[in-house]
């Protein structure tokens, strides 16, 4: 199974059964909030998946709402969830080839699924206007969290040298918080970031990895 038949066939029935249980909490709640403070008529989200929880609350507050996703099923029910048949469509962020520039291009809870997270920022501060913001997440590959999964991945590894199935892992793409910072300042981006903990107050050091960016595109 290729990366995409798996975000068709594995990953949206997957975050489904998430969404339902976890979909809007409060780190959820405090990234709506993040993106729809410099009151967008406009965004984007990549990774936009059924549309809910992000989406659905972006739109309440009178925003239209793009994006794209890989899984094809998430996508027609984002289409009408949130009422837009044709700015949400399936497939790579990279193809866009659209005019059209947005106020806040975003991708949440998703960057850990993308092989080459640079590639996508840059196509997605293309995608922003002058002035205009970029939001997004990363896992910090220094968290307690990435580091249990590295070993898990090593362990299964060894499983799967003698021949033993296990199930493999697909996305937990793991970024450098210090690397990102020097990424964005070179690509002309003022930024803010706040750790997990930090937004949702919790206490739980061994599975919040999350670093949220708030960016600014100045050129």
């Known amino acids: ?56 609350a972006l739109k309440e507050k009178g925003i239209r709402v793009c994006g ?6 998430a996508v027609l029910s984002a289409k009408e969830m949130l009422g837009n048949q044709d700015g949400i469509w399936a497939g790579d962020v990279l193809s866009y080839e659209g005019e059209e520039q947005f106020d806040v291009v975003y991708c949440v809870r998703a960057s850990w ?15 922003t206007k002058v002035g205009g913001y970029i939001v997004f997440d990363i896992m910090d590959n220094f968290s307690l969290y990435c580091m249990r999964l590295n070993l898990q991945k090593l362990v299964d ?17 793991f970024l450098n918080p210090a690397r990102m910072k020097l990424f964005l300042g070179k690509n002309g981006l003022r ?29």
Request: glycine residues 8%.
């Open 1 to 56: 199974m290729n990366e995409v038949q798996y975000f068709n066939e594995v990953y949206n029935k997957f975050w489904e059964n998430q969404t339902r249980k976890y979909g809007y909490g409060v780190y959820e709640k405090n990234l709506v909030r993040l993106i729809a403070r410099s009151r967008p008529k406009s965004v984007f989200e990549v990774g936009i998946g059924t549309g809910w929880p992000i989406g659905a």
């Open 68 to 73: 794209c996703d890989l899984a094809e099923s």
């Open 113 to 127: 699924y993308i092989p080459d997270y640079y590639a996508t920022l840059k196509k997605m501060i293309s995608m």
């Open 157 to 173: 590894k060894y499983f799967r040298l003698w021949g033993v199935e296990r199930d493999e892992i697909y996305g937990q793409h």
């Open 191 to 219: 930024y803010r970031c706040w750790g997990e903990r930090e937004i949702t107050k919790g206490t739980d050091i061994w599975n919040t990895p999350k670093i949220v960016f708030l960016c600014r595109r100045e050129r």
